[in-house]
Protein backbone atom coordinates (compact mmCIF):
# COMPACT_ATOMS: atom_id res chain seq x y z
CA UNK A 1 0.00 0.00 0.00
CA UNK A 2 1.52 3.68 -1.04
CA UNK A 3 2.40 5.47 2.25
CA UNK A 4 1.08 9.27 2.09
CA UNK A 5 1.04 12.28 3.85
CA UNK A 6 -1.83 12.37 5.53
CA UNK A 7 -1.96 15.89 7.75
CA UNK A 8 0.64 18.29 8.42
CA UNK A 9 1.15 20.41 11.61
CA UNK A 10 3.52 23.32 13.16
CA UNK A 11 3.52 24.47 16.54
CA UNK A 12 5.02 28.29 15.93
CA UNK A 13 5.29 28.73 20.12
CA UNK A 14 6.32 25.91 21.94
CA UNK A 15 4.04 24.51 24.27
CA UNK A 16 0.58 26.37 22.45
CA UNK A 17 -1.74 24.69 20.50
CA UNK A 18 -0.56 23.89 16.82
CA UNK A 19 -1.90 24.63 12.66
CA UNK A 20 -3.04 22.70 10.67
CA UNK A 21 -1.28 22.89 7.09
CA UNK A 22 -1.91 21.72 3.79
CA UNK A 23 1.70 22.15 2.64
CA UNK A 24 4.79 23.57 4.43
CA UNK A 25 8.39 24.71 3.99
CA UNK A 26 11.29 22.42 5.04
CA UNK A 27 13.97 24.22 6.81
CA UNK A 28 17.00 22.58 8.15
CA UNK A 29 15.32 23.07 11.71
CA UNK A 30 12.32 21.74 10.51
CA UNK A 31 8.78 22.66 9.01
CA UNK A 32 8.83 26.36 8.74
CA UNK A 33 7.38 28.42 11.02
CA UNK A 34 7.81 25.36 13.67
CA UNK A 35 8.68 26.07 17.29
CA UNK A 36 10.83 29.37 16.57
CA UNK A 37 8.87 30.87 19.02
CA UNK A 38 8.98 30.46 22.95
CA UNK A 39 8.15 31.29 26.23
CA UNK A 40 10.18 31.31 29.17
CA UNK A 41 10.24 32.24 33.00
CA UNK A 42 12.29 34.69 34.92
CA UNK A 43 15.53 32.49 34.84
CA UNK A 44 15.18 31.98 30.96
CA UNK A 45 14.32 28.64 31.09
CA UNK A 46 11.45 27.64 28.95
CA UNK A 47 7.93 26.67 30.37
CA UNK A 48 5.75 23.94 28.76
CA UNK A 49 2.35 22.34 28.96
CA UNK A 50 4.03 20.21 31.60
CA UNK A 51 3.95 22.49 34.29
CA UNK A 52 1.54 24.90 33.05
CA UNK A 53 -1.15 23.23 31.34
CA UNK A 54 -3.23 26.57 30.67
CA UNK A 55 -1.19 26.71 27.21
CA UNK A 56 -3.65 24.37 25.40
CA UNK A 57 -6.23 26.76 25.88
CA UNK A 58 -4.54 29.50 24.09
CA UNK A 59 -5.71 29.91 20.61
CA UNK A 60 -3.28 30.20 17.49
CA UNK A 61 -3.53 31.10 13.59
CA UNK A 62 -2.16 32.54 10.77
CA UNK A 63 -2.14 35.85 9.45
CA UNK A 64 -1.02 36.99 6.66
CA UNK A 65 2.20 38.93 8.62
CA UNK A 66 2.84 36.35 10.77
CA UNK A 67 0.68 34.46 13.84
CA UNK A 68 -2.54 35.60 16.11
CA UNK A 69 -2.50 34.52 19.55
CA UNK A 70 -5.89 34.27 20.97
CA UNK A 71 -6.22 33.94 25.03
CA UNK A 72 -8.67 31.07 26.76
CA UNK A 73 -11.12 33.71 27.45
CA UNK A 74 -11.60 33.79 23.42
CA UNK A 75 -11.63 37.66 23.48
CA UNK A 76 -8.22 39.31 24.13
CA UNK A 77 -5.21 38.41 21.84
CA UNK A 78 -2.06 39.27 20.43
CA UNK A 79 -0.09 39.75 17.12
CA UNK A 80 3.10 38.33 16.66
CA UNK A 81 5.09 39.04 13.55
CA UNK A 82 6.96 36.62 11.24
CA UNK A 83 10.02 39.49 11.28
CA UNK A 84 11.49 40.04 14.70
CA UNK A 85 14.03 42.50 15.61
CA UNK A 86 14.86 42.78 19.39
CA UNK A 87 17.63 42.10 21.90
CA UNK A 88 19.52 39.04 22.02
CA UNK A 89 19.74 36.75 24.87
CA UNK A 90 20.49 33.44 26.13
CA UNK A 91 17.75 30.68 26.51
CA UNK A 92 17.76 27.04 28.15
CA UNK A 93 15.86 24.57 26.94
CA UNK A 94 16.49 21.08 28.47
CA UNK A 95 19.99 21.27 29.12
CA UNK A 96 21.00 23.23 25.70
CA UNK A 97 21.75 26.70 25.83
CA UNK A 98 21.15 29.01 22.70
CA UNK A 99 20.77 32.41 21.88
CA UNK A 100 17.42 34.21 21.25
CA UNK A 101 15.75 37.54 20.52
CA UNK A 102 13.49 38.93 23.13
CA UNK A 103 11.33 41.67 21.31
CA UNK A 104 8.31 43.15 23.10
CA UNK A 105 7.69 43.76 26.95
CA UNK A 106 3.70 44.26 25.76
CA UNK A 107 3.81 40.24 25.27
CA UNK A 108 5.61 39.64 28.00
CA UNK A 109 2.98 41.56 29.81
CA UNK A 110 -0.10 39.81 28.18
CA UNK A 111 1.01 35.96 28.66
CA UNK A 112 2.39 36.68 32.30
CA UNK A 113 -1.30 38.13 33.02
CA UNK A 114 -2.72 35.41 31.58
CA UNK A 115 -0.71 32.51 32.49
CA UNK A 116 0.02 33.70 36.76
CA UNK A 117 3.56 34.02 36.54
CA UNK A 118 6.21 35.90 34.65
CA UNK A 119 7.19 35.05 31.82
CA UNK A 120 8.85 36.67 28.14
CA UNK A 121 7.97 35.44 24.75
CA UNK A 122 11.64 35.19 22.73
CA UNK A 123 12.17 33.69 19.49
CA UNK A 124 15.21 31.82 17.50
CA UNK A 125 16.89 34.12 14.90
CA UNK A 126 18.45 32.44 11.86
CA UNK A 127 21.73 33.01 13.72
CA UNK A 128 21.02 30.41 16.53
CA UNK A 129 22.30 27.19 16.16
CA UNK A 130 20.69 24.71 18.48
CA UNK A 131 22.64 21.78 17.07
CA UNK A 132 21.09 17.76 18.13
CA UNK A 133 23.72 15.77 20.01
CA UNK A 134 22.47 12.23 19.16
CA UNK A 135 24.53 9.15 17.50
CA UNK A 136 23.57 8.45 14.15
CA UNK A 137 22.79 12.18 13.11
CA UNK A 138 24.47 14.04 10.76
CA UNK A 139 26.84 16.60 12.86
CA UNK A 140 26.02 20.08 13.28
CA UNK A 141 22.28 19.10 12.68
CA UNK A 142 19.82 22.14 13.46
CA UNK A 143 16.53 22.04 15.79
CA UNK A 144 14.83 24.73 16.72
CA UNK A 145 12.63 25.05 20.00
CA UNK A 146 11.60 21.48 20.26
CA UNK A 147 12.17 19.16 22.69
CA UNK A 148 14.68 17.05 20.48
CA UNK A 149 14.44 16.46 16.62
CA UNK A 150 13.16 18.66 14.18
CA UNK A 151 9.98 16.30 12.91
CA UNK A 152 7.59 14.35 14.55
CA UNK A 153 5.97 11.38 12.74
CA UNK A 154 3.27 9.18 14.16
CA UNK A 155 1.15 6.26 11.44
CA UNK A 156 -2.96 6.80 11.15
CA UNK A 157 -2.96 3.30 11.97
CA UNK A 158 -0.38 3.45 15.39
CA UNK A 159 -3.28 5.84 16.74
CA UNK A 160 -6.31 3.77 16.09
CA UNK A 161 -4.48 0.90 17.26
CA UNK A 162 -4.04 2.53 20.33
CA UNK A 163 -7.75 3.70 20.74
CA UNK A 164 -9.21 0.45 20.21
CA UNK A 165 -7.41 -0.50 23.76
CA UNK A 166 -8.69 3.13 24.93
CA UNK A 167 -12.11 3.57 27.40
CA UNK A 168 -12.09 7.34 25.90
CA UNK A 169 -10.30 7.55 22.44
CA UNK A 170 -7.58 10.12 22.01
CA UNK A 171 -7.08 12.90 19.39
CA UNK A 172 -4.19 12.92 17.21
CA UNK A 173 -3.35 16.62 18.93
CA UNK A 174 -2.26 14.89 22.55
CA UNK A 175 0.56 13.61 20.56
CA UNK A 176 1.86 17.11 18.94
CA UNK A 177 2.97 15.19 15.39
CA UNK A 178 4.56 17.12 12.48
CA UNK A 179 3.70 14.46 10.02
CA UNK A 180 0.83 12.04 9.98
CA UNK A 181 0.94 9.13 8.04
CA UNK A 182 -2.01 7.05 6.18
CA UNK A 183 -1.08 3.68 4.07
CA UNK A 184 1.06 2.05 7.01
CA UNK A 185 -0.24 -0.64 9.19
CA UNK A 186 0.53 0.18 13.40
CA UNK A 187 3.89 1.83 14.46
CA UNK A 188 5.00 1.22 10.89
CA UNK A 189 6.66 4.11 11.27
CA UNK A 190 9.30 2.24 14.38
CA UNK A 191 10.89 1.21 10.92
CA UNK A 192 11.83 3.85 8.94
CA UNK A 193 15.34 4.69 8.68
CA UNK A 194 15.82 6.60 5.59
CA UNK A 195 13.14 7.91 3.33
CA UNK A 196 12.23 10.54 1.32
CA UNK A 197 9.39 12.89 0.46
CA UNK A 198 9.42 14.11 -2.99
CA UNK A 199 12.94 15.64 -3.23
CA UNK A 200 13.63 15.89 0.28
CA UNK A 201 15.79 13.57 2.06
CA UNK A 202 14.86 12.22 5.53
CA UNK A 203 16.44 10.14 8.33
CA UNK A 204 14.34 8.68 11.69
CA UNK A 205 17.07 8.25 13.79
CA UNK A 206 15.05 7.05 17.08
CA UNK A 207 11.39 6.75 18.21
CA UNK A 208 10.11 9.34 20.42
CA UNK A 209 9.84 9.12 24.30
CA UNK A 210 6.80 10.19 25.76
CA UNK A 211 6.78 12.96 28.67
CA UNK A 212 3.43 13.68 30.53
CA UNK A 213 2.21 15.59 27.83
CA UNK A 214 -0.03 13.67 26.62
CA UNK A 215 -2.29 12.72 29.00
CA UNK A 216 -2.95 16.56 29.08
CA UNK A 217 -6.43 17.09 27.55
CA UNK A 218 -5.88 19.52 24.65
CA UNK A 219 -9.56 20.80 24.82
CA UNK A 220 -10.05 20.93 28.53
CA UNK A 221 -6.56 21.81 29.76
CA UNK A 222 -7.33 18.33 32.64
CA UNK A 223 -5.36 15.77 32.98
CA UNK A 224 -5.22 12.28 33.86
CA UNK A 225 -3.66 8.64 33.49
CA UNK A 226 -3.86 7.87 29.46
CA UNK A 227 -3.08 7.24 27.28
CA UNK A 228 0.41 6.68 29.09
CA UNK A 229 -1.07 3.96 31.27
CA UNK A 230 -2.16 1.88 28.26
CA UNK A 231 1.38 2.66 26.11
CA UNK A 232 2.83 1.78 29.50
CA UNK A 233 1.40 -2.08 28.49
CA UNK A 234 3.14 -2.79 25.24
CA UNK A 235 5.38 0.58 24.36
CA UNK A 236 7.40 0.31 27.88
CA UNK A 237 11.37 -0.14 26.63
CA UNK A 238 14.23 0.92 29.06
CA UNK A 239 11.47 2.97 31.55
CA UNK A 240 10.78 4.77 28.73
CA UNK A 241 7.07 4.96 27.21
CA UNK A 242 7.60 5.31 23.36
CA UNK A 243 4.86 6.42 20.78
CA UNK A 244 5.64 7.91 17.11
CA UNK A 245 9.23 8.42 15.59
CA UNK A 246 11.47 11.43 15.38
CA UNK A 247 12.92 12.79 12.14
CA UNK A 248 15.03 15.43 10.42
CA UNK A 249 15.30 16.47 7.09
CA UNK A 250 18.87 16.04 5.51
CA UNK A 251 18.69 17.40 1.49
CA UNK A 252 15.88 19.21 -0.64
CA UNK A 253 14.31 21.56 1.95
CA UNK A 254 11.45 22.08 -0.61
CA UNK A 255 7.51 22.08 0.41
CA UNK A 256 5.69 18.80 1.36
CA UNK A 257 1.99 18.57 1.01
CA UNK A 258 -1.08 16.59 2.14
CA UNK A 259 -0.74 13.61 -0.34
CA UNK A 260 3.12 13.65 -0.80
CA UNK A 261 4.10 9.96 -1.21
CA UNK A 262 6.49 8.49 1.27
CA UNK A 263 9.13 6.53 0.09
CA UNK A 264 11.40 4.38 2.33
CA UNK A 265 15.07 3.77 1.47
CA UNK A 266 15.55 1.88 3.89
CA UNK A 267 14.54 0.23 7.54
CA UNK A 268 15.97 -0.71 11.08
CA UNK A 269 14.97 -2.87 13.61
CA UNK A 270 11.79 -1.73 16.02
CA UNK A 271 12.23 -1.66 19.57
CA UNK A 272 10.20 -3.69 20.32
CA UNK A 273 10.47 -5.98 17.63
CA UNK A 274 10.88 -9.54 19.67
Known sequence: ??????QLFIYPVKGLPGITKTESELTPRGLKYDRRWMLVDENNRFLSQRGLPILTQFNVSETPNGFKITAPNKVSYIDIPYQI??????VIIWEDTCNALHFSEAIDS??????????????MPEQSLRTITEPKVP????????????????????????NKLLLEPMQLNRFRPNLVLDGTVAFEEDTFLEFTIGNNS?????????CAVPTINQQTGEAGAEPLKTLSTFRKKENKIYFGENALCTAGFQK???????????????KFDS
Open 256 to 270: IALGNTIKILSRKKS
Open 1 to 6: MEIFVS
Open 139 to 162: VNSLVSFADAFPLLIIGEASLTYL
Open 110 to 123: WFTQIIGITCRLVF
Open 202 to 210: FIAPKPCAR
Open 85 to 90: DGASQL
